[in-house]
């Protein structure tokens, strides 16, 4: 079959050519640790049996923006919608009640003003069925005004009334408007041009062994006193017994530019140095494979130069999408007097020599580094610029 020879991987076999494919191969599932936090920054928890839901409804505005655009827009729809029915209601009860939709005195017009009953000053002009109150209703609460209907000095209660309903379109429009602009303008839309690498690397780094990230920002505009920082998630048991199932311990990081904040310009490549301090310091090759109980979270975080919003970046890394023994490629390069990165290797790496042991090992031993054969210095391209001869020899 072709899947056996190879041209088709086994796990994308089709039905047709699956017949001769074993049962434990058909069926074989690749186990594989739960994330905490998504590549995309999402997290990856489910919130169950929660009894006092209506802790959700006091702090409403917050509730409308983490809403999805279907269930806003459906919401922002309804509230106007809701709002001119329930007063276009209460314009048709007090025309009602005024007698200003009594066909018997609508009869006999006032020569005077024309579609007036002689003698009657009705409540609001030009309402004679539910249809003309719920256009009133609109125009009032949105303030068009076309001029065929207007409130009188008749009735006070219509002027109450045409009072509360300008008030309760106001709230509803500051309502419903600041939570569109609060949506439009989340901070983690300004997140997704926060880009990190697919793999992180454990390799030598000035004699240590350093686990490595590349991060960078595609928009030219600036995060501002950006700062990362990285935890390690994993189960963890006490001397007591306890088991923690996601016990999150920071680590410390290192920057290229030193102390806590960034200068996001370029990318750059962040590194922590794995020492006795460090929970990887008992981590060596054979246990980056799917099965181990390890994650590295990363975080982001800075202010948006533009809008002066914060924003928060979060990535993740399980134990196969560390890579030991390999290195960054560099992607920055002086062309025609300015700095030009290339993001199509942003997350390409080189292997380079690094000794297949964990940090403690090569601590105690200090002979594994004598073994190690350096790997070549990255070479600069330099300009060639030719000079002219100070003398001539004739």
């Known amino acids: 079959m072709l899947s056996r020879k190879g041209i088709i991987p086994e796990e994308y076999v089709l039905t047709r050519l699956a017949e001769d494919v074993p049962d434990h191969v058909r069926y074989r599932a690749r186990e594989r640790r739960a994330r905490f936090v998504g590549k995309n920054g999402a997290c990856n928890v489910a919130h169950k049996n929660i009894r006092e839901q209506g802790r959700f409804l006091q702090d409403v505005f917050t509730t409308l923006v983490d809403l999805k655009w279907p269930h806003t827009l459906l919401i922002f729809t309804m509230s106007f919608l809701c709002s001119w029915l329930l007063f ?52 009032v609460q949105v303030t068009i005004g076309f001029g065929g209907r207007m409130v009188t000095e008749e009735c006070p209660a219509a002027i109450l009334v045409l009072i509360v309903q300008n008030i309760v379109g106001l709230v509803i429009n500051a309502i419903m408007l600041g939570c569109i602009f609060m949506k439009t303008s989340q901070a983690h839309r300004r997140a997704e041009t926060l880009i990190f ?54 680590i410390q990081m290192e920057n290229p530019v030193g102390g806590n904040s960034i200068f996001l310009v370029s990318p750059l490549i962040i590194y922590h140095v794995i020492d006795k301090n460090s929970p990887l310091y008992d981590i060596s090759p054979v246990n980056l494979h799917h099965h181990e109980d390890l994650e590295i979270i990363v975080i982001l975080e800075g202010v948006v130069e533009t809008t002066g919003i914060t924003t928060q ?82």
Not at 236 to 242: D, F, K, N, P, R
């Open 313 to 394: 970046a979060r990535t993740s890394y399980l134990a196969d999408e560390i890579l030991w023994g390999q290195r960054f490629v560099p992607i920055v390069a002086e062309e025609d007097g300015r700095y030009s990165v290339d993001y199509s290797k942003f997350g390409n790496t080189v292997k380079v020599p690094t000794p297949s042991c964990t940090a403690r090992q090569l601590e105690e031993d200090k002979s594994i580094m004598d073994t190690m054969p350096l790997s070549p210095k990255g070479t600069i391209r330099k300009r060639s610029v030719k000079l002219k001869p100070k003398f001539t020899v004739s």
């Open 197 to 250: 690498s697919k793999h992180a690397v454990i390799a030598l780094r000035e004699g240590k062994l350093c686990f490595m990230l590349r991060v960078g920002d595609l928009r030219k505009s600036m995060i501002i006193s950006a700062t990362i920082r990285m935890q390690v998630v994993k189960k963890t048991a006490s001397l007591e017994g306890e088991v923690v199932p996601l016990n999150q311990i920071d």
């Open 88 to 139: 276009g209601m209460v314009w048709w009860l007090i025309a009602f009640a005024h007698g200003d939709l009594d066909h018997s005195t609508r009869l006999q017009r006032d020569p005077r003003e024309a579609g007036t009953p002689a003698g009657f000053v009705p409540c609001v002009t030009s309402i004679h069925s539910f249809t003309s109150a719920f256009l009133f209703s609109i125009e």
